[in-house]
């Protein structure tokens, strides 16, 4: 038998090939090239027949569309879960969008003062705002909540002692632990009680010349129940003042605005975690807050301005883009009623289920006037990315329950990447974490993925 693999184009060949030429016109020469020499190894692993010019440049297309996609690129999310850490949480306000869009396309006053014409401070930014939203006499923002959390211990308690309650000594998610980023700071975490209950006298008997300070790490993503018991932050407060010491409250959430008219309770504001009496709240600003990726931290003045001198403060100083979509966020929060319509977030979170029913009706019908077969069904969605860890929120969902494997799998590898779930058989595309303004899209999804 005639050996096939001797017949391959040469890769210069097949660069003089008419479709090929035509993906060097609009693709850089090495992609391309790069794109070919992989089409032919891997014709020449497979042996068999020759692939014909169209087989060619159809592989050699694909290969190019690899190489060209970004790595980072667009999702909807169709899980229900709506801060979703995998999915890169909170989507930004478009005024956080546009901010960001008109600092980057020019210089900006980052570090200048434009009243005075000298050097200013990038820690100046955001500051005015988040005092008035939560009454803080301080503010600082860094790169996220972690970080916050490791300057706060390495500023006040770099070789000395922290008491932190067992039952806080939580994971994070991504296999990240609070008690680890903790024991970086260089502070020396002292345990205190046990996972179920914690009492005032085990941080009083605790106390030592050496301890200073007093975490209290907000239970984010769990919950404990049956007989338990912690010490409120503002018991903390009463105890620590005995002793001189500032509580630090890693609070993670970050919410601006209660949410309990909407049926989320349980979680603090950042307002309500301060008056409960702690010198520093911590907070990411990409979780309720619904900005951009940031760890704000809330409180003391004097305790700030330590923070602010500290050299890990300049290690994990936030950049111009980070600020300008905070600072545009928080700025919708001045008017609560805009926050709750604006931040996507909050919109997705507090949207009624008549709504979210209307929705998934128009997008059944889109579907079914193009032959696929869907249904809207009632779904449990969540808030996902450590807040209101036990909250159902009632939800609607898009139903496709034929060919059910493969369309999730090309929603998935489509693009815009769909990501849906699968229960009992069934495709489920909750909309309660698809923004409004992507149902179009999500239809032309769907229908290409069944194509
Ligand atoms: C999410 C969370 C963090 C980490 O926040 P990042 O901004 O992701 O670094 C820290 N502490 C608590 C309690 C959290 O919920």
């Known amino acids: 038998m005639k050996d096939q693999r001797r017949d391959l184009p040469s890769v210069n060949t097949l660069l003089e090939t008419s479709g090929v030429k035509w993906l060097l016109d609009q693709h850089p020469r090495r992609i391309v090239v790069d794109a070919v020499r992989s089409a032919v190894e891997a014709a020449r692993t497979a042996g068999g027949a020759q692939p014909t010019d169209e087989q060619w440049v159809e592989t050699i297309a694909s290969a190019v569309r690899d190489a060209t996609r970004p790595s980072l690129r667009r999702v909807i999310n169709a899980t229900g879960v709506v801060l979703h850490t995998n999915l890169g949480r909170a989507p930004l306000a478009d005024a956080a969008i546009r901010a960001i869009g008109h600092v980057a396309e020019g210089y900006?006053?980052?570090?200048?003062?434009?009243?005075?014409?000298?050097?200013?401070?990038?820690?100046?930014?955001?500051?005015?705002?988040?005092?008035?939203?939560?009454?803080?006499?301080?503010?600082?923002?860094?790169?996220?909540?972690?970080?916050?959390?490791?300057?706060?211990?390495?500023?006040?308690?770099?070789?000395?002692?922290?008491?932190?309650?067992?039952?806080?000594?939580?994971?994070?998610?991504?296999?990240?632990?609070?008690?680890?980023?903790?024991?970086?700071?260089?502070?020396?975490?002292v345990e205190v009680g046990t996972t179920n209950r914690t009492h005032d006298d085990d941080y009083r008997r605790a106390i030592t010349p050496k301890t200073a300070a007093i975490v209290k790490v907000h239970r984010s993503n769990f919950t404990i129940e049956g007989f338990t018991a912690e010490v409120s932050v503002d018991r903390l407060a009463f105890i620590a003042a005995e002793h001189g010491l500032p509580v630090i409250y890693d609070l993670g959430s970050g919410?601006?605005?209660?949410?309990?008219?909407?049926?989320?309770?349980?979680?603090?504001?950042?307002?309500?975690?301060?008056?409960?009496?702690?010198?520093?709240?911590?907070?990411?600003?990409?979780?309720?807050?619904g900005g951009p990726q940031a760890g704000i931290i809330l409180g003391s003045a004097a305790v700030v301005a330590k923070l602010r001198k500290n050299p890990f403060a300049r290690a994990m100083r936030v950049d111009k883009l980070t600020l300008s979509a905070l600072e545009a966020t928080l700025r919708l929060y001045l008017e609560p009623g805009r926050a709750l319509k604006e931040v996507p977030i909050l919109a997705m979170l507090t949207e009624s289920v008549e709504q979210l029913e209307s929705r998934a009706r128009s997008v059944v019908s889109s579907l079914r006037s193009s032959n696929i077969d869907a249904e809207v069904a009632p779904s449990t969605a969540s808030v996902g990315g450590g807040a209101f860890p036990t909250?159902?929120?009632?939800?609607?969902?898009?139903?496709?329950?034929?060919?059910?494997?493969?369309?999730?799998?090309?929603?998935?590898?489509?693009?815009?990447?769909?990501?849906?779930?699968?229960?009992?058989?069934?495709?489920?595309?909750?909309?309660?974490?698809?923004?409004?303004?992507?149902?179009?899209?999500?239809?032309?999804?769907?229908?290409?993925?069944?194509?």
């Open 108 to 189: 900006s006053n980052l570090e200048y003062d434009i009243e005075t014409g000298h050097r200013g401070s990038r820690y100046s930014h955001c500051v005015g705002l988040l005092r008035q939203l939560t009454d803080a006499e301080d503010a600082l923002v860094v790169n996220n909540c972690a970080a916050a959390l490791v300057l706060t211990l390495n500023a006040l308690a770099q070789k000395k002692e922290v008491l932190v309650s067992r039952g806080e000594l939580v994971e994070i998610g991504g296999s990240f632990r609070i008690p680890d980023i903790m024991a970086r700071s260089g502070a020396k975490l």
């Open 255 to 289: 919410l601006l605005l209660p949410l309990d008219d909407y049926g989320l309770s349980g979680e603090p504001t950042a307002s309500a975690a301060l008056a409960s009496g702690a010198t520093l709240v911590l907070m990411s600003g990409d979780k309720l807050l």
């Open 391 to 451: 909250a159902d929120i009632p939800s609607r969902a898009v139903v496709l329950s034929k060919d059910v494997e493969r369309t999730e799998e090309r929603l998935r590898r489509g693009e815009p990447a769909v990501i849906g779930r699968i229960a009992d058989g069934k495709l489920l595309l909750d909309l309660r974490s698809v923004l409004p303004r992507e149902d179009g899209v999500l239809v032309q999804a769907i229908v290409k993925a069944r194509s």
